[in-house]
């Protein structure tokens, strides 16, 4: 989905369409409607904490503007951007009816999440047919097809990679966004995924993206022209390899209609750092709230919790966690906050708290 939150609020507030726009506030940044009608939204210029933006419109990030940046950063950049909070129960009402869409097409799906999917088109009736003079045209198609679809359901764009394989269909879903369709065959690859930075391609992060560029490998190209072995000396057996095999675009992961989660968590970072004693009471009642959210969710997906934990961050980003497992599996409030709070005693709390997180793994169905 293209700028996901940030399409679904558009819908909530047309008059926002072509303007920077950043999602991420608190609550008091809900728009307030005036006397005559119109609403008053406010601005990056106007925020003081240190917020991280959870997505944001592209017009904002024509600005240089990106998710995960943190907002004091953001409204340097573009200080006339619209703040808005975000609205997570709305976000997952239009997630289900993309996904609702889309199976409608084409029924093989593996959820990766609020806003992407992957789809096994292979088999669909037309996908191997040529339309023309287009080798390709029946697949295409579809792929429209689906596209028109989720626009219909939900008034929102998507933009769809259609490849031989799961690693390029991540790539090639980003590069005409927003609201493309590209479509791409092994062929392609010097042309269109070579070029592009070695980052681009999922599961090679900032640590890895380091390492290569020591090495002097800046693009897709350059990795795929190093030769194996010299991949697996710097990088061990099974990285090397699959930095060789995806740098030519191979991939043989299945499409994955079903999984079970891991954990399920919720986390907040304050405005201001927070102290155990002195902040005693906000702490509480934020920590008594995200145990709240946890229960609601666990109890929404259909699961119990084994082991329940906590997240700290202090204020010299030291990060510290804690969990305890129990004898029964639980999804209620009272007793995930109970757990939690005896996690929270094995902590030394005499730094200020910058981060409070609380999770639920061992998860088992209820």
Not at 20 to 47: C, K, M, N
Not at 59 to 76: E, H, I, T, W
Not at 86 to 102: I, L, M, N, P, Q
Request: charged share 25%; net charge positive.
């Amino acid at each position: 989905m293209d700028a996901f939150y940030a399409s679904v609020e558009l819908l909530r507030y047309p008059e926002l369409k072509g303007l920077p726009v950043v999602i991420g506030g608190r609550r008091r940044h809900q728009p307030q409607t005036l006397p005559d009608g119109t609403r008053r939204f406010a601005v990056l210029r106007e925020y003081s904490g240190r917020g991280v933006i959870t997505t944001a419109t592209y017009a904002a990030r024509a600005f240089g503007v990106n998710s995960a940046m943190g907002m004091m950063k953001a409204a340097q950049l573009c200080p006339q951007a619209v703040l808005l909070p975000a609205d997570f129960d709305e976000y997952r009402r239009h997630s289900r009816a993309f996904k609702a869409a889309v199976a409608e097409v084409a029924p093989v799906i593996e959820d990766r999440g609020i806003d992407e999917i992957y789809i096994e088109l292979t088999d669909l009736p037309g996908a191997q047919d040529a339309l023309g003079h287009d080798a390709f045209g029946g697949v295409r198609a579809i792929a429209q097809e689906i596209r028109n679809n989720v626009r219909r359901a939900t008034g929102l764009s998507c933009s769809i990679g259609v490849t031989p394989n799961k690693l390029l269909a991540k790539i090639a879903s980003e590069l005409d966004k927003p609201d493309g369709l590209t479509l791409l065959t092994e062929a392609d690859l010097p042309t269109r995924i070579w070029p592009l930075p070695v980052r681009r391609i999922n599961g090679i992060g900032p640590k890895a993206g380091a390492r290569l560029a020591a090495l002097g490998i800046a693009t897709i190209g350059d990795l795929a022209a190093r030769p194996r072995q010299e991949l697996i000396a710097h990088f061990g057996r099974s990285q090397g390899r699959w930095l060789h095999e995806a740098a030519h675009g191979q991939d043989e992961r299945p499409v994955i209609t079903h999984s079970e989660p891991v954990s399920v968590s919720r986390e907040t970072t304050f405005e201001r750092d927070l102290h155990a004693v002195a902040d005693r009471a906000q702490l509480g009642a934020v920590f008594t709230e995200l145990c709240q959210q946890l229960a609601a969710d666990l109890q929404r997906k259909g699961y119990r919790s084994r082991t329940i934990g906590i997240k700290l961050r202090f204020d010299d980003f030291r990060t510290v966690t804690r969990d305890h497992t129990l004898a029964e599996a639980t999804a209620e409030a009272a007793t995930i906050r109970r757990t939690a709070g005896l996690c929270l005693k094995r902590v030394d709390l005499a730094r200020r708290l910058r981060l409070l997180g609380v999770r639920a793994a061992g998860l088992v169905r209820a």
